[in-house]
């Protein structure tokens, strides 16, 4: 087995899947004028590629144990490159929003399973410095989304972002069928009614959240969606506690390593992805860039992803997950309070360029450290479950990010024009830090390097306390 193509296609497809989920920011100014979308459509433009994402990730990855890794991998490829076109296509909001959500149930097939099959191509002793590899370039895809949706948007058309996807797709597949190796799991079930309860309930939080500021808190629709989204939630760890194939073995989150890795996982990812829905906008609302200049301003942000991901891949080996974590969602906490306090609609350029260092920094480090505390947590068997399980928390902590991070932003400012954007923004970003710094708090949890062995194929084995 060459496992240079096994980490080339595995990146590639988490690649173009993760780019979408922040392309398309540069370009929602354009969406907004072409299509004539409010702002809640435009946060469902990006929320409804995430959260069909979110919750289909755990079926993606039992789908894959069960017929093939490599054989649903590709599916997922097909999936996404038809919806793909479907969203360049689209002439409205609705159906834009429509094959965003296919989209994302693509994305849900192919990125649980990319990790899954580098995974299992890699012994452990080598698999942190392949998986920090793997982070550096999907955070750049993830980082580098708003640079590229800049460049396309103003160059050609927003559709173009969509398009590029289906020579991409077209080329991967059949590399995929022809040089990764075939891998499988345990070969369970599809938990349907896990599936079920945890989209009411994601959909039921996100729903009211996005609604809030239009309807009100005190509103039927509201209230009753956040209730119904609490109930389902509820139901489903009550679920899973009782079903013969639980979507999510509850017993894995008994690990330290396991659990606070995907703790820290969900703030990294809610700080991020909301701060990325404002930041292109800032510089083409609040400060008058066209939207390639926005991408390429935002470069400071991408900067040190290529650099400081597979170096913190490479050193988790010999300082463990813990610190470089808990050191990176620091970074980036510290970065986004700075640059909330000095974006401003006249500030220099210059005056950004630090604080948005020292948050790319911080996320580079943080992404291949919190996945390696997960994916070393467990048993080889339970790799795919484990990925489906950090990648179901990073996607819903992107959609809740995006939805909170709107809510401080309607709170402090608007699109009346610059200042008002400017001041949305900074009180948006300054959320955005506040839940960076609770990811730092919590990837102190995780245990040091001498924690205790993965689990075994029988159930898992309770981390260290240390």
């Not at 920011?25 to 072409?34: E, F, G, P, W, Y």
């Not at 429509?98 to 899954?116: D, I, N």
């Not at 500021?213 to 509103?219: E, R, T, V």
């Amino acid at each position: 087995m060459n496992r240079k193509w096994v980490m080339g296609l595995a990146s590639a497809g988490s690649v173009m899947v993760a780019l979408d989920a922040t392309v398309v920011t540069t370009a929602l100014s354009r969406i907004r004028v072409d299509l004539g979308t409010s702002m809640e459509q435009l946060e469902w433009t990006v929320n409804a590629y995430s959260l069909s994402f979110a919750v289909l990730l755990m079926t993606g990855a039992v789908l894959g144990d069960r017929f093939g890794r490599r054989r649903v991998f590709t599916a997922g490829l097909g999936l996404f490159t038809a919806a793909s076109a479907a969203c360049a296509l689209a002439p409205d909001a609705g159906w834009l929003i429509a094959a965003r959500v296919v989209q994302g149930a693509g994305a849900a097939l192919v990125m649980p399973l990319a990790m899954a099959l580098l995974s299992a191509a890699y012994p452990p002793p080598d698999r942190p410095k392949a998986l920090g590899l793997f982070a550096g370039l999907t955070g750049l895809a993830v980082v580098g989304g708003p640079v590229v949706g800049g460049a396309v948007t103003q160059g050609l058309a927003w559709e173009w972002i969509f398009w590029l996807n289906v020579p991409i797709g077209l080329v991967i597949m059949p590399l995929v069928l022809r040089r990764v190796p075939e891998s499988r799991g345990g070969g369970e079930g599809v938990d349907a009614g896990g599936l079920v309860l945890v989209t009411g309930a994601a959909l039921g939080l996100v729903w009211g959240l996005i609604r809030s500021d239009a309807a009100g808190w005190g509103s039927v629709e509201v209230a009753g969606t956040l209730a119904a989204g609490a109930v389902c939630g509820i139901a489903f760890v009550a679920w899973e506690r009782v079903a013969a194939r639980p979507m999510v073995p509850l017993g894995l989150f008994r690990v330290r390593g396991f659990a606070a890795g995907n703790a820290a996982g969900v703030f990294l990812y809610a700080s991020l992805y909301g701060a990325l829905f404002f930041a292109a906008q800032y510089f083409q609302t609040g400060r008058g860039d066209r939207p390639l200049a926005a991408g390429l301003h935002l470069l400071a942000w991408t900067a040190a992803v290529t650099v400081v991901a597979p170096a913190a891949g490479r050193m988790v080996n010999r300082v463990g997950a813990r610190p470089l974590a808990a050191l990176g969602l620091a970074m980036q906490a510290a970065g986004m309070g700075w640059l909330a306090l000095a974006a401003t609609p006249s500030v220099p350029y210059w005056e950004l360029i630090a604080p948005m260092l020292i948050a790319g920094a911080g996320v580079s480090m943080a992404m291949p450290a919190a996945q390696s505390a997960v994916l070393n947590a467990v048993a080889p068997q339970q790799i795919g479950k484990a990925s489906g399980v950090f990648n179901t928390g990073r996607q819903l902590g992107g959609v809740f990010g995006v939805a909170v991070l709107a809510l401080a932003f309607a709170k402090a400012g608007g699109y009346a024009g610059p200042s008002a954007f400017a001041d949305g923004f900074g009180g948006a970003i300054g959320v955005g830090a506040a839940l960076s710094l609770a990811g730092a708090v919590a990837a102190l949890a995780i245990p040091g390097r001498e924690a205790a062995p993965a689990p075994s194929p029988a159930g898992p084995v309770l981390a260290s306390n240390r």
